[in-house]
């Protein structure tokens, strides 16, 4: 069975960083590309950044640009979205997902973690 | 970026009967556009993805169509499990998400 489990979300301060995790298993991790998206309390979903199976290639939606990094390690099966100087609108549920890239076009996760909250607050 | 908007924001209907759902692109995504489906503290689930290809598992009773700017989610035959909020993303140029629709029991 396909798992994706986040962990390291929490209370932050403004300015303020935070590194989450994705324990991944079930399927060939370094096979596929992972991303991470987020979703403000009760709003919509947003793409935040993805990075290729072999870590070659990562991408980032412009508002997180310089601010994010995401990485992974194939051997621990692990995904990770480092985040710094985050702000209060970085407030959410970060989620990450599985990436199929179905006729070598990505964008459409298959599986999805449950979600870890990240709250940026004074 | 690629404004995804999706109609109506609330949809109320009774079980056992047909909902319509539409999303608009602010421009052409081809057919690269995707259906989730979610549920209240959950995550999302894959529905459709190409416009109209079912995700594994996806009963027969939800379809996707369309290409271009406008896109259509049909459920037949609501069930209880069916009542969620439901979300279309594009995949063309890189990925934005509708703002939802709410599909409520009537």
């Known amino acids: 069975e396909v798992q994706l489990v986040e962990s390291g979300g929490g209370l932050v301060q403004p300015g303020g960083s935070l590194r989450l995790s994705c324990a991944a298993s079930?399927?060939?991790?370094?096979?596929?590309?992972m991303t991470w998206l987020r979703q403000a309390p009760g709003k919509g979903l947003e793409w935040v950044a993805n990075?290729?199976?072999?870590?070659?290639?990562?991408y980032y939606v412009d508002s997180v640009k310089g601010r994010f990094t995401i990485s992974r390690d194939n051997a621990k099966n692990s995904l990770y979205l480092q985040m710094n100087s985050l702000r209060a609108e970085d407030t959410a549920v970060y989620y990450c997902?599985?990436?199929?890239?179905?006729?070598?076009?990505?964008?459409?996760?298959?599986?999805w973690g449950q979600g870890t909250l990240v709250t940026v607050s004074s | 970026e690629i404004v995804m908007t999706q109609s109506p924001a609330t949809l109320s209907v009774s079980p056992g009967e047909r909902a319509t759902l539409s999303c608009r692109a602010s421009?052409?995504?081809?057919?690269?556009l995707v259906w989730y489906q979610q549920k209240p503290g959950q995550a999302p689930r894959l529905l459709i993805y190409?416009?109209?290809t079912r995700a594994i598992g996806i009963p027969a009773r939800f379809s996707g169509s369309g290409s271009g700017r406008e896109f259509t989610l049909t459920i037949n035959s609501l069930q209880s499990e069916d009542f969620a909020v439901y979300y279309c993303?594009?995949?063309?140029?890189?990925?934005?998400f509708g703002q939802g629709t709410k599909l409520e029991i009537k």
């Open positions: 993303q594009q995949n063309n140029n890189w990925y934005t």
């Open positions: 190409g416009a109209s």
């Open positions: 421009q052409s995504v081809s057919s690269n």
């Open positions: 990075i290729k199976g072999d870590g070659g290639d990562q």
């Open positions: 079930g399927f060939t991790f370094s096979n596929y590309w």
């Open positions: 997902a599985r990436d199929p890239n179905y006729d070598d076009r990505g964008g459409v996760f298959d599986c």
